[in-house]
């Protein structure tokens, strides 16, 4: 049974968050830093420590953008993805090697190896997945959603980079947990998928036990489908690409004035964030964002829990999908 990681010292850290906010016309009281560092605990602890590391060599580095840029992404997308029928839970796909590697499930060229998950050399930290437990129907569901998140000016270069790696870890994903036919029956894959459900059941007590949304049920997974999934009884699936696409690539850019989401090459949801709302967001609660994000309805952007989520089919042919614009990077 995989363990919670140790937390990260509050009062050695604060004063270095609330120092770089401030830099960035943020004002954090101590409550908001608590709480930031609590989802990086959450989700993944040497990401703060390596925040901190990178302040005493620059105030701005790209790391440190990069992580902040990681807590109002997180915040924004189980806002985003939140739906009455799905629990999502956020995982970084660096914390989820390291942890099958101490296991052993990621050597080499093993299925849950980072070559075959797509990350030719090593996941990036601007990796995550989320894990979502469909409970619509007798029997649960489970989904994979990575997303990859950008921030910056983000030009032609970096998207289309961004979509190509959300697109293989999509793959990746798939042939390492979903590949159909009699191999999901072998030991290899019933051991990988036990390991991703006992992730996903981590994973969510942290999202509990750090307060990263208190308007999500996380008992539905600690304990209404707790033994239902680390039993075998669910069903991998990837009928939810038929409304959210196979991934996501999160953009915080310069430049932009308004939210949209659009499905781009390879059925890659696109969804394109103004730079100010990295900053913006990262000290409101998930309940706060969703709010947002309805009280808005830009036409342009998908309501993703107005949608129904029974009876679907994963046909990717129901998406609008069109051709990565260059002129509008």
């Known amino acids: ?16 968050i609330q120092e770089y906010l401030k830099i960035k016309g943020v004002e954090a009281d101590v409550d908001d830093v608590h709480r930031i560092i609590n989802l990086f605990n959450a989700v993944n602890g040497d990401w703060l420590l ?21 807590v109002a992404a997180i915040k924004f997308m189980l806002a985003f993805l939140k739906h009455k029928d799905i629990v999502w839970v956020p995982v970084s796909l ?16 093993g299925v849950l190896s980072a070559k075959n998950l797509g990350f030719e050399k090593g996941p990036t930290s ?4 989320f894990i979502g437990l469909d409970k619509s129907g007798d029997t649960p569901k489970i989904y994979l959603y990575p997303t990859e998140v950008k921030t910056g000016n983000n030009e032609v270069a970096v998207i289309k980079k961004a979509f190509e790696q959300a697109s293989a870890t999509a793959e990746g994903l798939h042939k390492a947990f979903n590949p159909g036919g009699e191999i999901m029956d072998t030991i290899l894959y019933k051991v990988n998928r036990n390991f991703l459900m006992q992730m996903l059941v981590t994973s969510c007590k942290k999202m509990q036990v750090y307060h990263v949304d208190d308007s999500q049920n996380w008992d539905e997974v600690l304990d209404t489908y707790r033994e239902a999934i680390l039993n075998e009884r669910y069903f991998m699936s990837e009928n939810i690409q038929e409304l959210l696409g196979k991934g996501a690539v999160l953009s915080f ?39 947002d994000i309805h009280s808005k309805r830009d036409s342009d952007f998908l309501l993703f829990d107005e949608c129904i989520v029974d009876n679907l089919t994963g046909d990717l042919s129901k998406l609008s999908v069109s051709a990565l614009d260059e002129k509008r990077h």
């Open 1 to 16: 049974m995989m363990q919670l990681q140790l937390p990260i010292n509050l009062s050695s850290n604060s004063m270095v």
């Open 50 to 70: 390596r925040l901190v590391s990178s302040k005493k060599g620059s105030k701005d580095s790209t790391f440190s953008r990069e992580k902040i840029s990681i």
């Open 94 to 109: 660096e914390e989820m090697l390291r942890v099958s590697g101490g296991a052993g499930l990621s050597k080499d060229e």
């Open 126 to 129: 601007d990796d995550l997945l």
């Open 253 to 291: 850019r310069k430049g932009l004035m308004s939210r949209r989401t659009s499905f781009k090459e390879d059925a890659i949801n696109f969804i394109e964030m103004p730079e100010r709302d990295e900053f913006g967001l990262i000290l409101k609660q998930v309940a706060e964002i969703y709010e």
